[in-house]
T-cell receptor, first 114, second 112 residues
């Protein structure tokens, strides 16, 4: 079975540019998560969706960040405008909606903002 | 909220046993995950503990004490490929049980 698929794997962009990260969750999973990982702060939950509806976006750093899930098989995380401090690995993850179920991570999108 | 503490780094010898500790303070607790993350890769699931006690899965075991807010991951017969970061993560009891909080991870280096 295909796992969580993310694109792009690596992106280098200039400060001020818009960045769009994409994710395809595991088929049948009804929860989708966006995490950000840095050396200083570790793995932080930015936002998660249940059945395509955003449930908790309290981890989104500021208004420059937005996420959408137009259907069960696709989500985007957008940063506009991007700043150097946004440089991190962004992981998308998904899980089935029962307590105790494993969260499966994609390979991550490595973002560098210069 | 949750607060999770793990040692930052550990070193152990190939063939030995290592124990990675995790302590947590949380307003409500449902269960605790351990994930393994090799450098440059995604975290992968190792274990999930809900009840007190030790759960064994091959060379890896995970222990939980809910009353003490404490867990450990035990790795036996260490292999070089076990060099990775090990992330402890807590699932809350309420406020969205999918809102799992991760510790910053313990970077384990296995040496010959």
């Amino acid at each position: 079975d295909a796992g969580v698929i993310q694109s792009p794997r690596h992106e280098v962009t200039e400060m001020g540019q818009e960045v769009t990260l994409r994710c395809k969750p595991i088929s049948g999973h009804d929860y989708l998560f966006w995490y950000r990982q840095t050396m200083m702060r570790g793995l932080e939950l930015l936002i998660y969706f249940n059945n395509n509806v955003p449930i908790d976006d309290s981890g989104m750093p500021e208004d420059r960040f937005s996420a959408k899930m137009p259907n069960a098989s696709f989500s985007t995380l957008k940063i506009q405008p991007s700043e150097p401090r946004d440089s991190a690995v962004y992981f998308c993850a998904s899980s089935a909606g029962t307590a105790g179920n494993t969260i499966y991570f994609g390979e991550g999108s490595w973002l560098t903002v210069v | 909220g949750q607060n999770i503490d793990q040692p930052t780094e550990m070193t152990a010898t190939e063939g030995a046993i290592v124990q990675i500790n995790c302590t947590y303070q949380t307003s409500g607790f449902n269960g605790l995950f351990w994930y393994q993350q090799h450098a440059g890769e995604a975290p992968t699931f190792l274990s999930y503990n809900v009840l007190d006690g030790l759960e064994e899965k091959g060379r890896f075991s995970s222990f939980l004490s809910r009353s003490k807010g404490y867990s450990y991951l035990l790795l036996k017969e260490l292999q070089m490929k076990d060099s990775a970061s090990y992330l402890c993560a807590v699932r809350p009891l309420s406020g969205g049980y999918q809102k799992v909080t991760f510790g910053t991870g313990t970077k384990l280096q296995v040496i010959p």
